[in-house]
């Protein structure tokens, strides 16, 4: 048990470099730096612990958004999420662009303040996005967003889309960037 604690305070430690690293668009990234499946199960094995960290932030938002649209699906939100923290216009860390406007109810990703339990129901489809978050944190995802800051679900007309070019279309959802 203790082992297991000391591997999830490990694997988080190298998240936060991660995160830091993408979030300053940095390539160059270490060999012992990068996060095994392992590691990225320690920091949250059941999807339970607290959403604070890289690594979960990203893996909730993937499956909130988009656990029934598979891996791809799931890419493009964690794309989403990586693009906006590096851009100035948004909160520099992937937990406070995922956790934006929480303080005020108008949460930027919907499942963050819509007052359900965010307790995962779906472990298998929880793995994936803990895998997309983990590779996305080693930079070995391509953005198939093509720099998107927006999506939306295909069924909503929201007034903001007219004003952005949309980049992609993957599963359920439209991706933007203006």
């Given amino acids: 048990m203790e082992t297991l604690k000391a591997n999830a305070v490990s ?3 190298k998240a936060e470099r991660l995160e830091s690293l993408l979030v300053r668009g940095q390539d160059d990234i270490p060999d012992e730096l990068l996060l095994t499946k392992a590691g990225a199960r320690a920091i949250d094995p059941n999807g339970q612990r607290p959403v604070d960290d890289p ?9 909130w958004e ?4 598979g891996r791809s699906g799931m890419q493009g939100i964690v794309n989403v999420v ?6 100035p216009r948004f909160p520099d860390s992937l937990c406070g662009v995922v956790k934006q406007g929480g303080e005020s109810g108008s949460c930027q990703f919907s499942w963050w303040c819509d007052g359900r339990s965010d307790r995962i129901r779906e472990p298998e489809a929880y793995a994936e996005a803990r895998d997309v978050a983990r590779q996305a944190l080693n930079h070995q995802l391509e953005d198939v967003t093509d720099g998107a800051l927006y999506f939306h679900a295909r069924y909503a007309t929201p007034y903001w ?3 952005f ?9 439209l991706f933007y960037r203006n």
């Fill in 165 to 173: 070019v949309r980049t992609a279309r993957i599963g359920q959802h």
């Fill in 11 to 13: 694997a988080a430690a």
């Fill in 66 to 69: 988009a656990k029934g649209e």
């Fill in 82 to 87: 990586i693009n906006r923290a590096a851009d």
């Fill in 55 to 63: 690594l979960t932030c990203l893996a909730r938002a993937a499956y």
């Fill in 161 to 163: 889309a007219k004003r």
